[in-house]
């Protein structure tokens, strides 16, 4: 064996020695970190109330900043309309459609909304005229 | 290195930390038992031997992980890694040597037990290495004892060190050359002829 060798042996079983002497901690110092432990996490648990307070708050103030609660359910209802027209368009929407993107729509008719096909008005003086032929 | 068993199983430090920070009581029992006795031995190497220098820190070094716990950001750091840091930064900042006793200074029971004796003479193995380590810079003794003692791999000592693996093979390397030149007039006495 060199003398590195033996050297490096040699001080392997020093640190093995050290290593079985791993003293072991007070019970003391494991109660103190122990109540340290509790205390931060009842003090993170106390805290947790507040923040939830600060959340809605501020959810509040942006609510104000729109208009408050009327602004809202205008919001709302508009925002049902919008997806009931999109879940279930009227037969003339859904005829528009079409028409609008793929060019077939006669000129100036593009523009035009049947809101109740199929229906006729008729002038009170008999003529009866088709409203949708002005 | 060995971890002793807890409460919480094979549950990985990070994820017991997270538990901790949502309130879970066991999760602080099982991080304490597992934690503390290597942040206190981890202290009392680096602070020569001292038992109560050794107590604040661990103590202080664990509330520092417990407030820690709520903004820990998972996979960023191994608890472990963390932990000998603040260790080894509040070692550093203690300048209290004077207080400091050695190791074989601390009563010890009697132990008639059978094995006694090698018992005792890795005790004494034991507290001469912790003299020799006391003699090293503290940057040395902090590489070494990482090394050698706790049984960390360079790349994680170099995080712990801040400092490049290279330069924790230097330091290694010089903290064993010192120890063995240190410890080489003390083989005989410590039984190293007979092994």
């Keep these: 064996m060199t003398d590195d060798n033996r050297e490096n042996t040699e001080l392997d079983a020093w640190f093995d020695a050290a290593r079985q002497q791993a003293p072991a901690p007070p019970e003391a110092l ?16 106390r805290a947790r109330p507040g923040l939830v307070t600060r959340a809605r708050a501020s959810l509040a103030r942006g609510l104000a900043t729109l208009g408050g609660t009327p602004a809202m359910a205008g919001l709302a209802t508009a925002a049902v309309v919008g997806m009931w027209l999109g879940a279930w368009p009227p037969a003339a929407l859904e005829s ?18 049947d809101l109740m096909p199929g229906a006729e008005f008729t002038a009170p003086d008999g003529g009866g005229e088709d409203v949708n032929d002005v | 290195m060995q971890t ?18 949502a309130g879970d009581a066991a999760a602080a029992q099982a991080l304490t038992e597992r934690l503390t006795p290597r942040v206190y031995r981890h202290a009392l190497r680096l602070l020569g031997g001292d038992g109560a220098e050794a107590e604040d820190v661990a103590q202080d070094a664990m509330l520092r992980l417990w407030r820690a716990a709520s903004g820990w950001r998972p996979g960023e750091a191994r608890v472990t890694t963390w932990l000998y840091r603040v260790v080894a930064n509040l070692c550093f900042d203690r300048h209290r040597k004077a207080r400091m006793v050695a190791l074989g ?3 010890e029971p009697c132990d008639t037990r059978a094995g006694a004796v090698p018992r005792i003479v890795a005790r004494q193995r034991a507290d001469a290495l912790q003299a020799a380590l006391d003699a090293l810079p503290a940057r040395q003794r902090q590489a070494v004892v990482l090394r050698h003692i706790e049984g960390l791999g360079n790349p994680e000592i170099a995080r712990v060190m801040d400092i490049s693996v290279e330069a924790v093979e230097s330091l290694t390397a010089r903290g064993r050359k010192a120890l063995g ?3 080489a007039g003390r083989r005989a006495e410590l039984g190293f002829e007979d092994d």
């Design chain 2, 181 to 183: 030149v240190a410890l």
């Design chain 1, 96 to 113: 528009l459609g079409p028409q609008l993107f793929d060019g077939t729509a006669a000129p100036g008719a593009t523009y035009t909304v």
């Design chain 1, 30 to 45: 494991m109660r103190r970190v122990l109540a340290d432990a509790d205390a931060v996490q009842a003090a993170t648990a």
């Design chain 2, 4 to 21: 002793p068993p807890d409460s919480c199983g094979g549950a990985s430090d990070e994820a017991l930390l997270t538990r901790f920070a």
């Design chain 2, 105 to 107: 200074d601390i009563d």
